[in-house]
């Protein structure tokens, strides 16, 4: 074989003792390979076509082709806000403004809650799900209400499907959402980095960078964060107009979502939408950094706890009762 | 003299592709702060006030049809004061509906008798109705306590107040003064259960 001449022929190994001169066995290699060619493009389109179905619907190349929210520059990112706006109006016909808000400066974000006040009315569910245009079919919210037997601090048996005048005196109520966890390990687990934690402490998705494993919806303790199992039905006229690139802008279909603090609110000094809506005044929210503040002064001279302590996760969410 | 040379053309190189990297890198969303320009001036923070002098249905109606309301000096003027009335059924007209749940308080340890417009503060000074947060506040210290800390009673607005203002509650948003223990509520907006979750039959034994 190793003697065989080889230019022009099949190469050597291929088996057929062709004399390199034979002009029409050449065309029909030709021929032989060309075909080959075809069935191989063929496959390969083939192999390839359930993708092209699976991904999301209009799915364009400058969002396939999207650089994560953190390597935009500022032309980039204009590009892609008034891109995600565009897509808003074809795909719910409602006028919205997505807008980028950075973390102030000076700013960590803490929130705490009066176990004692809280009567159980998840009027704070409720305004989350409007505030950051929630799918309505599942009632989905970023608030989970736990109705906790008194005597009981283990979340885990806490019952979230209580229907009865509120609050019972046997229980008490403990309100759980995203606790903004100083070493969070949803974000530790999140194997494309579509997760990170601000300056200001909010953890947050580029939900256009996540790819829906579901990851960190395991390793949240808390049970803090959604999947959207399906594309958000919101009807036009109860769109939030105002929204977030990190936060309240509508999900697309297939990736994780989280309560961001209302970051489009609190970064711009307003208060979250959950403390608005409560009707007890049991949510305390503020600046950690700033020793005045009310959040401060329930740290200072309240027995504050976190949940799940032992797990080392640091939230930045404290519960306390009164004395 | 040649590696000089080729130093010279190398840290060129580098900091010519490092330069733009550079600048991009501050305008990048991921790292920059908010370039917002605030103010040091704090905007106010607003206590709604309670409605003033209470006016009380006399069950009659004007030409109008609408209810004629009287306030309360129009009837206690002109009459006796009883100061160990601590019920609304004991009282022969107007208070009959009026549910009294507010501890071993009688009426005139609020109401002033000297002037049924206003209230009347534990010293016997006279309180207008609108400044009622004072009244409470004297037994229930510790709530006024928390309330101007800022952890207790319902508030809307800004928590930054170098950026906008705030409105708060007063005692009498959330507690009738009467009967001043919150109310049971029918909760709203019931969870759905998400793909997988198993509910637990409600009032399962809670005996761990």
Known sequence: MENEPTSGGCGSGCGCHQDPGDRGDATRRNLLKAAGVTLGAAAFAKALAPLATWSRDNLSVDDFLQQHYRELDKEQLAAVLKHLEEDTKKNYGADVTISDHRPQKGVKFGYALNLSICIGCRRCAEACHHENNHDRATNNSYIRVLEMQKGSMDMEHGNAHYDHPVPHPDKFYMPVQCQQCDNPPCVHVCPVEATWKEDDGIVVVDYNWCIGCRYCEAACPYHARRFNWTKPVIPKEEINPKQSYLSNRIRPQGVMEKCTFCLHRTREGKMPACLEACPTGARVFGNLLDPDSEIRKVIDNKRVFVLKEELGTKPSFFYFFDE | ?208
């Open chain 2, 1 to 208: 003299m040649f590696f000089g040379v080729i130093a010279v053309i190398a840290l060129w190189f580098v900091g010519a592709l490092a330069l733009p990297w550079v600048q991009r890198e501050r305008d990048r969303p991921g790292r920059a702060f908010s370039d917002k320009a605030i103010g040091e001036t704090l905007h106010p923070v607003a206590i709604r006030k309670p409605e003033g002098v209470a006016l009380v249905d006399s069950g009659k109606k004007n030409a109008k049809g609408q209810p004629v309301m009287v306030a309360c000096a129009t009837c206690h003027d002109t009459r006796e004061s009883n100061f160990k009335t601590n019920q609304g059924e004991a009282l022969k007209e107007f208070h009959q509906g009026l549910q009294f749940r507010h501890g071993s308080q009688t009426c005139l340890s609020c109401h002033n008798a000297e002037d049924y417009n206003s209230l009347k503060k534990a010293d016997g000074q006279a309180l207008d109705f609108s400044q009622s947060m004072q009244l409470c506040s004297q037994c229930h210290g510790p709530q006024y306590r928390d309330y101007q800390n800022g952890s207790h009673g319902g508030m809307t607005g800004h928590w930054d107040l170098k950026q906008g203002p705030r409105e708060r509650n007063t005692c009498t948003d959330c507690h009738d003064p009467h009967h001043p223990k919150y109310p049971l509520v029918m909760p709203v907006f019931p969870p759905k259960p998400v793909i997988g979750e198993a509910i637990l039959p409600v009032d399962k034994s809670h005996s761990h």
